[in-house]
Each structure stands twice: as structure tokens, then as C-alpha cells.
């Protein structure tokens, strides 16, 4: 993407609390209408960001631009930025049709437009007839809702999510994933999202930034992320991986092919390589692209090895599996397609067993 | 293993020093109330009779209402007052990143436990060398330093008892400081505000060693009362006073902490 056409651009923010250095040189850009989300660990400078697009914080150094217009100095107030907080920041004293028509004051409405756009926000959030209910009577669900329809009453050009959906149980969370990322499509507004959950961020967004430190480790797709993870970090953050260590092998020919640890020699297409031959590398294997035979099958490459623990998970089994030359075990994720793959998973502790995967699922890293 | 939680197990020697400790405390004000209806001049036992005389006297005295405005005035321009102050006060303590914060609140507690009468002579000194004469507005100089920690007391549990996020979010759907402090503040923090008032108005209308120091020619109510106590005669219209003053205190002060605490655990 070229900033040209972005609709938020952070360019070069640096963002101190005394000598803590919050967020470290961030440069990125944002879409119109994009799902985007800033997704890492606490600490790691994400709500600081949001913050900063809310105009809570201040810019240390450089500059955030809103719709080409840059924001220093926009004060919240005037920002046409909305946000919801973790906490809701739901009015206690209040009733709900007060609280989504709080934003609207200078707007001078005849009563009933008011109402009228109370109504649509209650249908667009599904409470229809909760007007005149009191905050305090709400779910942690409604009151969700309620802070989303009190910031998209007002149209902003831009919705900020602050862990929205982290105070829900596992089973709400995953139903207002769905209705969020639906509202999303359906009011057309750039939402900035920000989770420490990974799984979360993965099915809400178009892109995700991971962050750690202040910093920006990777801005990608959520495949982008899973199947093309630029640093080791990335690669545990989100799901599961296996490395292994390797060294490349060029030797002229048009092929060329990396040496790992346990796996023999898997050959790489050249452009993929682009490292000397001799390079130490680290090569990454998520544990699904594996599968399992009990028989040698005929793909190459392929691995003997020796089931050390497996787990049932029902529509998944698990297993660690011991592969000579190499220390940790290797994680592997299996299908259960047939009900006899559950008893694979049952008997196979301790017994030999093939794994197989094709050479395209690798990801090469820079060794440690 | 009874039912109930060990906290909250009886305890009845507890129960015993909780009577005790409220009977020595509450006996020798319980006095005046019943002298106060005792148709003698003189506080002794036994008591000769029940009359009600001594209350009517008190509504014919010009003199005691003389003294009863004086005190409400005070006490009222006092309670708006500190209670103003320590709004402003308990809002920078909570909103802002305030160096020094701990010991800005202990300096303002100070006048909790500074004696009364270091303060009134220390304005007292500072009012005759600026030439200021002394009157009702010197006295309410002096209460607003002893109301002030209170105020504060008071409201700084309410404050630090919401969100910030609260404040946050009114700026983020289009309000300024004014508009978010009175949509927004204002209401969250109303029942203290008006614990505040009620609590500082009684400690103002109560206060005596203040005055004591800086009251020029208008007593306040505790000023007359001090002031009769030299003769006997009217002993027994001051202890009707006492009581009326020492009713409406308790019902003030009782009202003031209900309303303090009422909504402080349900609104978070």
C-alpha cells in the first residue's frame, strides 16, 4: 500500500512517559474501511497507540494524519475519532437512550431526529425498546453494545476498540467477534482493534501490526502472519511452531536445498534462498502441515520417529514426536478425519511412526 | 463448623465494648437534653418536674436568633465554600499527574490535627497587623481552614471512586472540559458534594475556638452560649439551645454520611 492512499498515517512516532519510551519509530499506514488491529502482549505500547489516534496522548515526536489532516493539535474533543473503552465507560447515571444520544448535544437536533437516530442505532445494535432502560441494569454484552452505538451515533471517520470484548466469557466473546466484524462491513468505518488475543485479531481483521516493545514486528494479513512469520517471535506469538536448525546448500545447479537438523535435505526453490551457501539458518514448520502414516510413504521428505505423547483433542489429536538428531520433540497437528484416527492417537505412544510434509510449508528464518 | 463465616461470627466481648464505649460517650451529653426539661434553674438531682418553659423562652430572645443568623451565614458561605474548594481540590488530587501528590494531601489534612487554637491565634496575630477588623467574615476565614480537610475527606473517596474512563469517554464523543465536568463529573460525584456541604456546615455552625479568636461584635450561636454561661439564671435556656443545636447536628451529620457512601459500591 502507498500512503497515498491511506487514510491514517502514523509516520515516525515516538511517544515518551518520563524516560520509558512507550512507542519506538512506528511508521505505518491504514486503509479506509480496513479492520485493522494492533495485537500484542500488555506492556507492549498498543493501547499507547490507540491513545495517541484518541488524542489522550500526545505525539513525543512526529506525526499522526487522520484523513490527510494531521492531528497534534486536535484536542479529543474535536477529534472526529471515537473510541470504546475496555471498561465501556457506560454513563451510570444515565439511561441507555442518554447515553447514545450523549455525543449529539451540539448537534441541536429536533426531538424527534434525536429519537429517530437513537432508534436506529438500539435496531443496528439489536436492543430494540432499551431506550429507557437504567446502565446499571445491563449485561457485559449490552453494555458492549451500547458504547458502540454511542460512538458510531456520531459517524466517525474512525471507531478505536480498546480490548472491547476482553471482560466477555469464551462463548459471548466469540458470538460479538461475529456480529463486530459484520457491523464492521455494514457501517463502512475504519475500526482500529486492540487484543492480546491472537486468535481474536486473526478472525476480526484485514491486517494486524504485532507489536513488542513500542515496536512493530510484523504488519501483515492474518495469512500473511500464520503462514509467512518474519522472526521467531511473530512465528510463537501467533499459534503454534516447530524449528529446526539448518544450514543452506547452494551448490550452482538451479536448485538449491537446506540442510535441517532431523529432516535431511529439503530442497528450495532459489529465489526463496536467498542466503550464501553455509548460512546457518533456522527452518520453521507449523505442526498441521505434517501428517502422519504408520507405513514409509512415498512423498519425500519424510521422517521415521517415535510417538512420546499424544493427546485427543476430538475433532484434533496431538502428538510429540521423537525424530533422531534433534533434542525437543516435534509437535504435530492431526486431523481426526475417520473415527479410526482416534485410536491412532490412542495406540501409537511409544511406537515408530512416519511423518511426511511437503518441502512449500517451510518458513526460513534467520538462525539465532 | 457454625454457618456463619468467621468475620462474621458474634463476638460477645466485642459486643460488651462496643455498649460500654458508647455509653461513656453519649452519658454526659444525654444530660443536657434531660435538664433541659427540668423545671429548676439549678442542674441537680433530683429532678422537680417536666416544663417546656425553658424552649419557649429561647423563641422569645432576640438575642439567641440574633446569634442563630449569625451562625447560619457563616456556616452557609463556609459550606458553599469549602465545599467548592475541595471539589477543585480532590479533582487535581485524582485527575492530574501532580508532583508531590502525597504531600499536598497531607498539608491539606494538616488542620485535622493542628490545634484549634495555634490557628486562631496565628489569625488573630495576622488579621491586627493588617488592620483588618474582626467580624463575621474573619470567623468564616477561619472555619473555611478548619472545614476545608473534611470537604476534602468527603469528596476525595467519590472522586477516586469512578473511572477516569468516564471523563475520557465525554471528551471523545465531542465535550470539552466545562461540558464533561458538569455532564459528566458533576453527577457522579453529587451525593458527596452534598455530604460535603451538610458535613462542613455543622462543623462551621458547631465551631468554637475559631470563633473564640475572631468574632468581633456579632457572636455566633457557640459565642452566646459561651457568653450566658456567666449567669445562672439563664443556665437552663442554654441547655434547651444545647439540645435543639446537638439534635439537628446528629440528623446532619447522619444524613451527610448516608448520602456519602449511598451509590459508592453500585455505580463502579
Known amino acids: ?368 | 463448623m457454625s454457618d456463619t463465616s468467621y468475620i462474621k461470627r458474634p463476638n460477645r466481648p466485642l459486643q460488651v465494648y462496643a455498649v460500654i464505649f458508647l455509653v461513656v460517650l453519649y452519658t454526659p451529653v444525654l444530660f443536657i437534653p434531660l435538664f433541659s426539661f427540668n423545671d429548676s434553674i439549678y442542674v441537680t438531682f433530683p429532678l422537680t418536674g417536666f416544663t417546656t418553659k425553658w424552649y419557649a423562652e429561647l423563641w422569645t430572645r432576640a438575642p439567641v436568633w440574633n446569634a442563630l443568623m449569625n451562625s447560619v451565614k457563616v456556616g452557609l458561605s463556609v459550606a458553599v465554600l469549602s465545599t467548592l474548594l475541595g471539589v477543585v481540590a480532590a479533582k487535581a488530587i485524582t485527575r492530574h499527574r501532580l508532583p508531590g501528590k502525597s504531600a499536598v494531601v497531607t498539608f491539606i489534612m494538616m488542620p485535622l490535627v493542628i490545634p484549634g487554637i495555634i490557628f486562631g491565634v496565628a489569625l488573630l496575630v495576622l488579621m491586627s497587623r493588617m488592620g483588618v477588623s474582626l467580624s463575621l467574615y474573619t470567623v468564616s476565614i477561619g472555619h473555611l481552614i478548619v472545614c476545608l480537610p473534611f470537604a476534602v475527606a468527603t469528596l476525595l473517596p467519590r472522586f477516586e471512586g469512578f473511572d477516569p474512563s468516564m471523563e475520557e469517554a465525554s471528551a471523545d464523543l465531542g465535550e470539552n472540559g466545562w461540558w464533561t465536568f458538569w455532564r459528566v463529573t458533576m453527577p457522579m460525584v453529587f451525593p458527596g458534594v452534598v455530604a460535603s456541604l451538610m458535613l462542613t456546615f455543622t462543623i462551621s455552625f458547631d465551631e468554637f475556638i475559631m470563633a473564640f479568636f475572631l468574632t468581633g461584635t456579632d457572636p455566633t450561636l457557640p459565642m452566646y452560649i459561651w457568653g450566658q454561661l456567666r449567669f445562672p439564671q439563664e443556665f437552663p435556656s442554654i441547655l434547651a439551645l444545647a439540645s435543639l443545636i446537638l439534635f439537628v447536628s446528629f440528623f446532619m451529620v447522619f444524613l451527610a454520611q448516608w448520602l456519602g457512601r449511598r451509590g459508592l459500591d453500585e455505580d463502579i
Open chain 1, 1 to 368: 500500500m502507498t500512503s497515498s492512499d491511506a487514510y491514517i498515517s502514523i509516520r515516525n512516532v515516538d511517544k515518551y512517559f518520563g524516560t520509558f519510551q512507550a512507542i519506538d519509530d512506528i511508521s505505518m499506514d491504514i486503509a479506509e474501511g480496513e479492520f485493522f488491529s494492533l495485537l500484542g502482549a500488555s506492556g507492549c505500547g498498543k493501547t499507547t497507540l490507540l491513545r495517541m489516534l484518541a488524542g489522550f496522548e500526545s505525539c513525543s515526536s512526529g506525526e499522526i494524519y487522520i484523513d490527510g489532516q494531521p492531528t497534534s493539535d486536535i484536542p479529543p474533543h474535536r477529534r472526529e475519532v471515537n473510541m470504546v473503552f475496555q471498561s465501556y465507560a457506560i454513563f451510570p447515571h444515565l439511561n441507555v437512550a442518554d447515553n447514545i444520544a450523549y455525543g449529539l448535544r451540539k448537534q441541536k437536533l429536533p426531538r424527534a431526529k434525536r429519537q429517530e437516530m437513537i432508534d436506529e442505532m438500539l435496531d443496528l445494535i439489536a436492543l430494540p425498546g432499551y431506550g429507557k432502560r437504567r446502565a446499571n441494569e445491563l449485561s457485559g454484552g449490552q453494555r458492549q453494545r451500547i458504547a458502540l452505538a454511542r460512538a458510531l451515533i456520531l459517524r466517525p471517520k474512525v471507531l478505536l476498540l480498546d480490548e472491547p470484548l476482553g471482560a466477555l466469557d469464551k462463548q459471548l466473546r466469540e458470538q460479538m467477534q461475529l456480529e463486530l466484524r459484520a457491523l464492521q462491513r455494514q457501517v463502512g468505518i475504519t475500526f482500529v482493534f486492540v487484543t492480546h488475543d491472537q486468535e481474536e485479531a486473526m478472525t476480526l481483521s484485514d491486517r494486524i501490526a504485532v507489536m513488542a516493545g513500542g515496536r512493530v514486528l510484523q504488519l501483515d494479513t492474518p495469512l500473511g502472519l500464520y503462514e509467512n512469520p518474519k522472526s521467531r517471535d511473530i512465528a510463537n506469538f501467533i499459534g503454534n511452531m516447530n524449528f529446526f536448525r539448518g544450514v543452506v546448500r547452494r551448490d550452482g545447479s538451479r536448485e538449491g536445498a537446506i540442510d535441517v537438523e532431523g529432516l535431511g535435505v529439503i530442497p528450495v526453490p532459489l529465489e526463496q534462498l536467498t542466503r550464501p551457501d553455509g548460512a546457518p539458518v533456522q527452518v520453521a514448520l507449523r505442526p498441521e502441515k505434517f501428517t502422519i502414516t504408520p507405513d514409509e510413504p512415498e512423498t519425500a521428505p519424510r521422517v521415521a520417529g517415535k510417538v512420546r505423547d499424544s493427546a485427543y483433542l476430538g475433532e484434533r489429536s496431538h502428538f510429540y514426536i521423537e525424530i533422531p538428531d534433534k533434542e525437543e520433540p516435534v509437535a504435530v497437528s492431526s486431523p481426526n478425519l475417520t473415527r479410526n484416527d482416534r485410536k491412532l492417537a490412542e495406540a501409537r505412544t511409544g511406537k515408530p511412526i512416519w511423518l511426511s510434509f511437503s518441502p512449500e510449508s517451510i518458513v526460513i528464518l534467520d538462525a539465532e
